[in-house]
């Protein structure tokens, strides 16, 4: 069953959908919370979250004020991964969830490990897709100067072109193509805006804190991360708290695993089961 809601969140609309099994228990029943990449919204996991509901979960997608079909937030484009986070925790509020797992990819992965060093609201598990823990890798500065002029008939060339970059070669060419077009619908505003919150996040400090079992995802041919970055900061997480962390590199994927890897919702599922594991060992 598919749900789409607006919740009036900080004033503004924000939207989400929620897909849940056809038949379920509410007691019984995980939640996921799915988040999306810079620039673009819930449909990158429009081929996962079926799926997972089938597989038992209720699956929470939202998109991020400004992004999608959510108004943007009213003080304008968001710049800080900090602020995404209140936001998610007060859209969980709206829908009564606690402790749900967290799966997101690039601002989204980081957005994941936002939430899951957040000792005030404890999470089941969580899944941090092509995210470093520290600062990302981009020119803040150049990013300020370009949000003074975002209209350039190129950029969505760009971003076209840049999507296609950032995909692993294992990736039939039509649906990398497919990808790619689907990307271009973004608001080069909200995706500039986006890439300044990656590029001044980071949680290095407070890995420490993590609240729940994670495994952190990357893509071997992702050209926005450094993988071995990715590995450290599992390294870090377990030797603070052993057995929490775990690492993963993906062979021949690029910088969207949900969207690259063919049933990635039965690799997810396979995730989350084993987090599900770990939270009950630790």
Not at 4 to 10: H, Q, T
Not at 146 to 160: F, I, K, N, Q, W
């Amino acid at each position: 069953m598919i749900e789409a809601r607006y919740l009036e969140i900080d004033g503004a609309l924000g939207f989400v959908e929620i897909v849940t099994p056809d038949t379920h228990s509410d007691t019984d029943i995980p939640t996921v919370l799915c988040l999306h990449t810079a620039g673009q919204s819930g449909v990158q996991w429009r081929h996962v979250a079926s799926v997972l509901a089938a597989r038992g979960y209720r699956v929470i997608v939202p998109d991020l004020p400004g992004h999608g079909r959510s108004e943007p937030a009213v003080d304008g484009p968001v710049t800080s991964i900090v602020m995404f986070g209140d936001w998610l925790g007060k859209v969980l509020d709206a829908l009564d969830v606690e402790r749900p797992f967290v799966m997101g990819c690039s601002i989204g992965g980081k957005l994941t490990l936002e939430l899951a060093t957040r000792p005030s609201r404890p999470l089941a598990g969580a899944i941090a897709m092509e995210a470093e823990a520290g600062p990302g890798r981009v020119n803040v500065g150049g990013l300020r100067r370009e949000l003074e002029d975002v209209a350039g008939p190129s950029r969505s060339d760009r971003t076209y072109l840049g999507t296609l970059a950032s995909i692993g070669q294992s990736v039939p060419g039509v649906k990398a193509r497919l990808i790619a077009t689907m990307h271009k619908r973004e608001d080069p505003e909200i995706s500039s805006s986006d890439l300044i919150a990656w590029g001044t996040h980071d949680v290095r400090d407070r890995l420490a804190e993590i609240t729940c079992p994670i495994r952190l995802v990357a893509g071997a041919q992702d050209p926005w991360i450094q993988t071995g970055l990715v590995e450290q900061a599992a390294t870090s997480i377990e030797s603070h708290r052993p057995g929490l962390a775990t690492f993963t590199l993906l062979a021949d994927i690029g910088h969207y695993p949900m969207e690259e890897i063919e049933d990635f919702a039965s690799v997810a599922d396979g995730w989350l089961t084993e987090l599900r594991t770990a939270a009950v060992l630790s």
